[in-house]
């Protein structure tokens, strides 16, 4: 099992960047994929961007190809989404989440989540 601690998020302004880290406790982190999803208000949460379990591969939304990054420090068992050139429809609470097995865009099928964190995007 593991537990999953987002940090990071806040207030910028459009074209803005921030760095959203998760950390996690237990001691096989390394070998976990994991992702970063985010709900907007009044929307259902949506995939931003996922990583294997050794960096080797990722996966990114179209919202944020060209924009975000995710990538991962299996030594200090944190995940990060680099975003850039935020936009104000990038406002939401974004949440990290484990899985074993194979890397996926897919909600459900992670079962470990962080309580998320806050990221508003003034114009």
């Known amino acids: 099992q593991v537990q999953l601690v987002e940090s990071g998020g806040g207030l910028v302004q459009a074209g803005g960047s921030l760095r959203l880290s998760c950390s996690a406790s237990?001691?096989?982190?390394?070998?976990?994929?994991m992702g970063w999803f985010r709900q907007a208000p009044g929307k259902e949460r949506g995939f931003v961007a996922a990583i294997s379990w050794s960096g080797g591969t990722t996966y990114s939304a179209d919202s944020a190809k060209g924009r975000f990054a995710i990538s991962r420090d299996n030594a200090k068992k944190t995940v990060y989404l680099q975003m850039n050139s935020l936009k104000p429809e990038d406002t939401a609470v974004y949440y990290c989440?484990?899985?074993?097995?194979?890397?996926?865009?897919?909600?459900?099928?992670?079962?470990?989540w962080g309580q998320g964190t806050q990221v508003t995007v003034s114009s």
């Open positions: 237990g001691r096989t982190f390394s070998s976990y994929d």
């Open positions: 989440a484990a899985r074993s097995g194979s890397i996926s865009k897919l909600e459900y099928d992670y079962p470990y």
